[in-house]
């Protein structure tokens, strides 16, 4: 069956440096790619998507490309800041028109000042 | 854009007691909403899909008697847990498709809390 792997947090950052959250799927066919964003007590929101090969999926300064040669979707910031904290999900989606996502197991990333 | 909204946002309740959790799309119609479960450690698990004017589908290892979901309409679905327990604390979270293979929208979870 469909599955993410994502790298284990939490990821610990210092205010503007890089970021870069490992992404990578096991899936029949050609799925879509979902990063999603939880912040503390809340629910998941939308961050990024990609539906095919090659495909960047951008926002908020963040973005991620799909690679259909090494399965990964691997989400990067090129200047996090303390905002930025918050668990985030790597999803795919498959593509046989059922419509629910597989989640990885979610990255915590911290951000100080 | 896509609004889904959960209520309550938070929940306590005695162990033995039901407690309702609704999930509306506020600005789409849904044919078919996901209800999840967040454990600790920020695992998300399916727990079934719930279908308008049908019954849900649970993933294995779900309790269907004790987590009585119904879509009654195309913009409310609701998670009913029965009986509850303290293994039963958790974060719940509902999920709506505002357009067939458009990304799913999420409520902000309900935290239950089972003394």
């Known amino acids: 069956g469909d599955s993410v792997t994502q790298m284990e947090g939490p990821v610990t950052l210092s205010e503007e440096a890089f970021l870069t959250i490992n992404c990578t799927y096991t899936a029949t066919g050609y799925p879509s790619l979902f990063w999603y964003v939880q912040y503390p007590g809340e629910g998941l929101q939308l961050l990024l998507k990609a539906t095919k090969a090659d495909d960047k999926g951008s926002n908020k300064g963040f973005e991620a490309t799909y690679r259909k040669e090494t399965t990964s979707f691997h989400l990067e910031k090129g200047s996090v800041q303390v905002s930025d904290s918050a668990v985030y999900f790597c999803a795919l989606r498959g593509n046989s028109g059922y419509s629910t996502l597989t989640f990885g197991k979610g990255t915590m990333l911290l951000v100080s000042p | 854009g896509a609004v889904v909204s959960q209520h309550p946002s938070r929940v306590i309740c005695k162990s033995g007691t039901s407690v309702k959790i609704e999930c509306r799309s506020l600005d789409f119609q849904a044919t078919t909403m996901f209800w999840y479960r967040q454990f600790p450690k920020q695992s998300l698990m399916l727990m079934a899909t719930?279908?308008?004017?049908?019954?849900?589908?649970?993933e294995q290892g779900v309790e269907k008697d004790k987590f009585l979901i119904n879509h009654a309409s195309l913009t409310l679905s609701t998670l009913t847990v029965t009986s509850a327990h303290p293994e039963d604390s958790s974060f719940y979270i509902c999920s709506a498709e505002p357009a067939k293979n458009s990304p799913l929208h999420f409520g902000n979870g309900t935290r239950l809390t089972v003394t």
């Open positions: 719930s279908n308008e004017g049908s019954k849900a589908t649970y």
